[in-house]
């Protein structure tokens, strides 16, 4: 026989083996070799809370004794990669783009080597549109406008009633357009108007 299989072995650990032939009439020179072991990924990475700019993501710790974690998150054409210390088991992202795909990767770092990635997905949140404002005001007509989303808008929701009816009127407005003519209303008439944005990932709040 000229191989042998050791198991339940301790990942990212240097180990010594030893091997002489040995015969019914003498034992032949001991030859030594030192192996390593892998680094062993994480053996879960989930999404935990999400907004329009941030996701929590966490992880379970492999066995393995670890010196980081590297995390790489890529989403609207952009890698970005940090580095977070062994002892962690989650890491905030910031800075991202709303309504936007992001594909995530963890890897563990020992001092031997680091493992395979770990790897999910997650969309960021779509975010309302900003600074709705109504302006050009007759007693039948007002002219809305707003910042658009930052998300890729591909329409706006409003929804326009009375103040003192739960019932309203919803309109449909295109992704590409900020501005927007309410038209039909009643005089000496408030009204409570609310706008959401709809993105293929998801409907703002």
């Not at 993501?57 to 210390?85: C, D, E, F």
Request: aromatic residues 8%.
């Amino acid at each position: 026989k000229t191989e042998v299989t050791f198991t339940a072995l301790t990942p990212a650990t240097k180990y010594i083996v030893s091997a002489a032939s040995i015969n019914p009439y003498i034992e032949g020179t001991e030859v030594n070799v030192t192996v390593a072991t892998e680094t062993d990924p994480p053996p879960a990475l989930d999404v935990g809370h999400k907004t329009t700019d941030t996701v929590v993501i966490s992880w379970h710790h492999p066995k393995a004794v670890l010196v980081s974690y590297s995390v790489t998150y890529t989403g609207n054409g952009r890698s970005t990669s940090i580095v977070k210390p062994g002892d962690v088991n989650s890491c905030e992202l910031t800075g991202l783009t709303p309504g936007t795909r992001y594909d995530i990767s963890l890897v563990a770092v020992s001092r031997l080597g680091r493992s395979i990635a770990v790897n999910t997905s997650v969309v960021t949140d779509t975010d309302p549109p900003s600074s709705l404002a109504a302006s050009g005001l007759s007693t039948t007509w007002m002219f809305l406008a707003w910042k658009p989303s930052q998300a890729e808008i591909l329409s706006y929701e409003l929804t326009v009633r009375e103040s003192y009816s739960s019932a309203g009127r919803r309109f449909s407005v295109d992704g590409s357009q900020t501005s927007y003519n309410l038209t039909n209303l009643l005089p000496d008439t408030d009204y409570v108007i609310n706008m959401a944005a709809i993105s293929a990932h998801g409907r703002s709040v």
